[in-house]
């Protein structure tokens, strides 16, 4: 018999996920018993999860050889002490090219002054301001994983001076790396437009904090769709105040949905984006779980095991 995988994600996504994972399934040469039905015996050999399914503790799944999720990121999770096999989070075709295509939507968008010609119309012919061309704008990324680099990529494929700054060190053409306390400060100090893609991890909370906020030039701009705890919300809140942030835009935050009331709603040089920079998709996603399970069943090694030790 073939493994048998347990779906466990909100009621809504089976119906989405279930032909795709099936022909993915089948496409990798796997016969699989694949059920959203979580009742026991738990005699599964796989769980793909989200959060938000009806799976909230792994010990009665003894028999599980990974948990496989349908998410990047994996903070809600990796703490999960009941889990004691593999956690693979998601690394998807898909995720990581909708992703790198968001953040150059935001970068363009500042780098050339759209909101300038788009917003607030009002009958006055300006044509005085020649942007800089992409060449002569610096572009930081903090966190140099699968979405920052493809991210760096898309950037640089269009022209942009990209540094980047990741934990460990990192050499990738056409990019300037950096990693310690010490790249952070050389990645910020040159960043007209930061991008953070980092984990949300013990170590990465409030990456963003009041003094590396002080290490940006005057006017930067700010894109986040990483995680909200990488920001002091307070402090970004008085840098965009003061001026020496000249704009965020948020896609992810330390609480979401953003409640109604919270200051980065109404704020000018604020744009709120409800978590949307970019989608696990089940087309292409489903092939990498696939992949795993084909892996798991050939006795080979899991692709992207999380570091439980790191958190991500
Ligand atoms: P990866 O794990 O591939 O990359 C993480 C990067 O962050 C690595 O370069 C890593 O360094 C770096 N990093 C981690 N901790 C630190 C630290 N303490 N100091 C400096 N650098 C650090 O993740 P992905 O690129 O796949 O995803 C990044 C995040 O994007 C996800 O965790 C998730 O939070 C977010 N995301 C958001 C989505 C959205 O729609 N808004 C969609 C999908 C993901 P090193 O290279 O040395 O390991």
Redesign the pocket.
């Known amino acids: 018999m073939g493994p048998r995988i347990l779906f466990s994600a909100p009621d809504e996504h089976w119906p989405l996920w279930r032909p795709h994972l099936l022909a993915a399934f089948a496409d990798a040469g796997l016969d699989v018993t694949l059920t959203n039905d979580p009742s026991g015996p738990w005699t599964f050999d796989y769980v793909v999860y989200q959060p938000g399914g009806p799976v909230r503790d792994f010990a009665p799944f003894e028999r599980i050889k990974a948990v496989l999720s349908l ?5 809600s999770i990796v703490g999960d002490t009941s889990i004691v096999v593999p956690l693979c ?1 998601m ?1 998807d075709v898909g ?1 990581t090219r909708g ?1 790198a295509e968001w953040v150059t939507a935001h970068v363009l968008r500042y780098h050339m002054g759209i909101d300038g010609h788009i917003l607030g119309q009002d009958g006055v012919w300006r044509n005085s301001v020649v942007p800089p061309l992409a060449p002569e704008r610096t572009v930081g990324i ?7 680099r493809a991210t760096a990529a898309m950037l640089t494929s269009i022209g942009f001076r990209v540094v980047g ?4 060190p ?1 050499e990738l053409p056409g990019i300037e790396t950096w ?1 310690g306390a010490e790249g952070l400060s050389e990645v910020l100090g040159a960043s007209e437009i930061l991008v953070l ?5 013990p ?2 909370e409030n ?1 963003l904090d009041a003094r590396a906020l002080a290490m940006l030039p005057r006017g930067a701009r700010i894109i986040n ?3 909200g705890p990488l920001i002091d919300d307070e402090a970004l809140l008085k840098a965009l105040d003061n001026g020496h942030v000249g704009h965020a835009t948020l ?2 935050f330390r609480q979401e949905p953003l409640p109604a009331e919270h200051p980065y709603w109404a704020h000018p040089m604020v744009t709120v984006t409800p ?5 696990t998709r089940p087309e292409t996603a489903s092939m990498a779980i696939a992949e795993n399970v084909r892996r798991g069943e050939a006795g080979l090694d899991f692709l992207n095991v999380v570091n439980r030790a ?1 958190s ?1």
């Open positions: 998410w990047a990121g994996v903070e989070r690394v995720l992703m903090l966190g140099l994983g699968e979405l920052g700054w990741s934990r460990g990192r990693s893609l980092l984990p949300a991890t170590a990465t990456t769709p990483g995680r896609d992810v978590h949307i920079a970019s989608a790191e991500y």
